[in-house]
């Protein structure tokens, strides 16, 4: 099931890696290749592959995987292009932007952006017990009971993890990927 | 093979459970074994394909976020597997995530088959495997394999498990074989031991332990017990029969012997072989010619060649001759055979020498003994029939004498002397004899004289010629008698056809003196019957003897009138003559002795008649036969002869044996 949409975006996050690897920067002069939000995109929808939302969650067996993003969205189009087409757990993947008062429950993923910073403590707390997976890049969201966190380290971006949330949510995050980040409680 | 099939039974069956279970062993692991290395490939495949497809599931999420440590880790954990010899992660774009040992080069890259694949390459497995995160595939996995360890391992793994398993399995086997094989050898040895015991002690009274039933070796147990007894059984009746046939042999009074046709020689000879002949056993039993030797040699080539037709014959024999004992004394032998027939060969003779020296000798004296009698008998009749020969010569000498006697007077009375005296007359007066005559008173009377003495002498010739005439004719009846007597007195023994009637005429005319001295009356009853095929010469005397018989019995009754009937009549296909007298008769106790050899009621009798009458008569075909009334009431003889030219009427030689054998014929 070679699609040529896979093929591209796994150019793309080949691509990503690569850059990466080479330990290049984020600079655009330095490299027109891949941004850093490129990469967290591609994070971020890999990490929805290796999250199991409990059965309750979707309508349907073809019910869509909803990504909101509430706040100033800093993935532009990136993200859009990550998902488009798409289908995770076979599940298609459809991304919604939302102001933060709108109801936020109807989302299997969120991320906040850097610029709710006051309001992450609220919003955590609205989705408390819900299954969404709670993720955001900035520092201290896992502690603050956040699930994952996508921070950049030394030009790379590293995963911490919350478990404990995302259990008490019923969310269900595998274990490989686990190994990878590093586990993170909640203060 | 044969080696092996001698060895004692329990190291065979030892062997042979070794050799089983080795067998079964080495055939069930080789089989595996060779399983296992046909499969090995596959299966070093498919585990090198399973540990890829691990490694990869781990690596997901490595290469998803890049992580070069966690998936450095994965790969790592690789080196547990002594098999593995390289293996890398690799992204979508080609750059190496992680890798473990050498695959950097491009050569080794290139080798590698597309993702999914495995190629081997001599000891070398290369495996891709893309590592897919939810259907997209985020990396490739290259793993380098090499199973010559692994294969070096299963090898020498197979190798200590055939070898310890066999090693196990024999002491097993051993340990087994021992213990449950004993359930089968012990029977089998105890059986082998008393077979054994058996055998060597030769006693039969043994019996078997059966330590199982049911089973063969139950039922060989018990049929070897049952065996054992009837041998026992055997033997002894076999005992007890060679037993009561050493004793019977012993007791036969005769050498009882086998031979053997091939070998030429005596096989067996009993032991009275040395008591009769002289020679112990042994000589006897294998020297090829004994036999030849002690056989006397004018009696070997016949008792050979008898030996040899009785072979041909393949028939029981006897033939008898005489051998040599070992003293030089001469014993006649009879041997008497039977001859052991095997596939139209003669392979035994067996039989009997009987010492018959006595018998012969006996035989020998009995028929020289009968000779005698038979020519005594011959002579006697002969005797009888001179005697009344004789008797009658005598008769008529009687009347030859009367005739010699009155001749002889008359002829002493004859005048001739007065003839002479006359003559003289003239003699003297021859010179004057016309004178003499006309004037001599005595001369006158001379013519008268002359005249006279020439009529008496007349008269004296014709009775002369008369008593002549009869002297004659009784000197020719003497002749015809001698004559006759001399006919008879031949040798006989040929059978003539003859009238019956000139036969008893014959014996009749012996007797006619006697008859008429004694007063007798003959009375003929001839009536017409064929000619009889007899000897004439023993018919004579059996009729003579009869009539003789006859005369005498009425003698002694003292009858005034005797009465002689001789009667010649047809009987069937015989003729019968008959004598019937008016004598004595006889007495019932005696008409069976009469026939006896040497039974008389005369003084002076031999006894021969009768008998031998009777043996004679049997010896022509016919038959002598008596019959009385009583005493006083006569008898009646009858001679039954056969018609000349039937069977009966035959020649036999009078046979020696027969005599002393010889009853009354009634």
């Given amino acids: 099931m070679h699609h040529k949409s896979n093929i591209c975006r796994n150019w793309l996050v080949g691509l990503a890696c690569l850059w990466l690897t080479a330990g290049g920067g984020f600079s655009a002069g330095k490299n027109s290749g891949v941004s850093e939000y490129q990469v967290k995109a591609a994070f971020l929808y890999n990490f929805i592959k290796f999250t199991d939302w409990p059965g309750r969650t979707f309508a349907s067996a073809e019910a869509p995987i909803v990504i909101g993003i509430v706040g100033d969205d800093p993935f532009g189009k990136t993200l859009d292009d990550v998902v488009k087409d798409e289908l995770v757990h076979q599940r298609p993947l459809i991304l919604k932007r939302f102001r933060a008062d709108e109801d936020l429950g109807s989302c299997q993923v969120l991320f906040i952006c850097n610029s709710e910073k006051e309001r992450v403590a609220a919003l955590l707390n609205q989705l408390k017990g819900k299954p969404v997976l709670t993720t955001s890049d900035a520092p201290g969201f896992a502690e603050q009971g956040g699930m994952v966190n996508l921070l950049l380290v030394k030009d790379s971006v590293k995963l911490e993890i919350n478990q404990a949330v995302a259990e008490a949510s019923g969310l269900q995050i595998s274990g490989k990927l686990l190994s990878l980040a590093r586990i993170v409680k909640s203060k | ?666």
Avoid at chain 2, 451 to 467: F, T
């Fill in chain 2, 1 to 666: 093979m044969n080696r092996f099939r001698n060895l004692p039974i329990k190291r065979k069956m030892l062997l042979t459970n070794l050799i089983i279970s080795g067998a079964v062993v080495i055939a069930a692991t080789a089989a595996l074994f060779v399983f296992q290395i046909l499969n090995f490939r596959t299966n070093f495949q498919r585990d090198t394909a399973t540990l890829a497809a691990v490694i990869a599931n781990n690596s997901t999420a490595a290469l998803a976020f890049n992580d070069a440590k966690g998936a450095a880790e994965v790969v790592n954990s690789l080196t547990a597997n002594p098999a593995v010899v390289a293996a890398s992660l690799v992204r979508p774009d080609g750059s190496v995530l992680a890798s473990l040992g050498d695959t950097n080069s491009a050569s080794v890259l290139s080798r590698f088959p597309p993702a999914g694949e495995a190629r081997f390459a001599g000891w070398h497995l290369f495996h891709t495997e893309s590592v897919k995160l939810d259907q997209e595939k985020v990396g490739t996995l290259f793993l380098l394999a090499n199973y010559r360890h692994t294969f070096m391992e299963l090898v020498n793994f197979y190798g200590r498990v055939i070898g310890g398993v066999m090693l196990c399995s024999f002491a097993l086997a051993m340990f087994l074989s021992g213990k449950l094989g004993r359930i089968l050898t012990h029977p089998l040895l105890q059986l082998a031991e008393t077979a054994r015991v058996v055998g060597e002690k030769q006693d039969y009274s043994v019996r078997a332990v059966a330590s199982s039933q049911g089973d063969e070796l139950g039922l060989l147990t018990e049929a070897f017990n049952h065996m054992l007894g009837r041998i026992q059984n055997q033997d002894a009746a076999l005992s007890l029969s060679q037993q009561k046939m050493k004793a019977l042999i012993h007791s036969i009074d005769g050498v009882v012997w086998e031979w053997d046709p091939r070998q030429r020689a005596f096989t067996f000879i009993s032991p009275q072989s040395e008591r009769l002949l002289g020679y112990p056993p042994e000589r006897w039993i294998g020297d090829p010619n004994f036999w030849n030797r002690i056989v006397h040699p004018e009696d070997l080539e016949r008792a050979t060649k008898a030996a040899a037709e009785a072979a041909q014959r393949r028939q029981s024999y006897s033939y008898e001759y005489r051998m040599l004992a070992a003293d030089h004394r001469v014993v006649w032998i009879r041997e008497s055979g039977v001859i052991q027939v095997e596939q139209d060969q003669a392979v035994a003779f067996r039989g009997i020498f009987i010492d018959v020296t006595e018998q012969k000798r006996a035989a020998l004296e009995l028929a020289q003994l009968n000779d005698q009698i038979a020519q005594t008998q011959r002579q006697a009749g002969m005797a009888e029939v001179a005697t009344g020969v004789l008797h009658n010569v005598g008769n008529v000498l009687n009347s030859v004498n009367v005739s010699a006697a009155l001749l002889r007077d008359s002829v002493h009375k004859s005048q001739i002397h007065t003839l002479l005296k006359a003559t003289s007359l003239l003699r003297d007066h021859l010179g004057d004899t016309a004178a003499f005559l006309t004037q001599d008173p005595k001369g006158l009377k001379l013519p008268g004289f002359f005249i006279k003495l020439g009529d008496h002498l007349a008269a004296e010739q014709q009775v002369w010629q008369k008593e002549l005439d009869g002297l004659g004719k009784n000197i020719e009846h003497i002749k015809e008698i001698v004559a006759m007597q001399q006919n008879y007195a031949r040798l006989s023994g040929i059978n003539e056809a003859l009238e019956a009637k000139e036969l008893v005429e014959d014996a009749v005319r012996i007797n006619e003196s006697a008859f008429s001295r004694h007063g007798v009356t003959l009375v003929r009853e001839y009536q017409d019957v064929p000619r009889v095929g007899v000897d004439k010469h023993k018919v004579l005397q059996i009729l003579i003897n009869l009539l003789r018989n006859a005369k005498y019995a009425m003698d002694d009754s003292g009858k005034s009138e005797k009465i002689l009937t001789v009667a010649v009549r047809a009987a069937e296909r015989r003729v019968r003559i008959e004598v019937r007298d008016n004598g004595i008769g006889i007495a019932p106790d005696n008409l069976a002795r009469i026939f006896q050899h040497g039974f008389t009621t005369k003084k002076d009798g031999h006894g021969f008649g009768l008998h031998s009458g009777a043996n004679a008569a049997r010896e022509m075909g016919g038959r002598l036969f008596a019959h009385s009334d009583g005493p006083g009431q006569g008898a009646v003889f009858t001679l039954e002869l056969p018609v000349a030219g039937t069977d009966t009427a035959r020649s036999k030689k009078s046979d020696p044996a027969a005599v002393g054998n010889c009853h009354h014929e009634i």
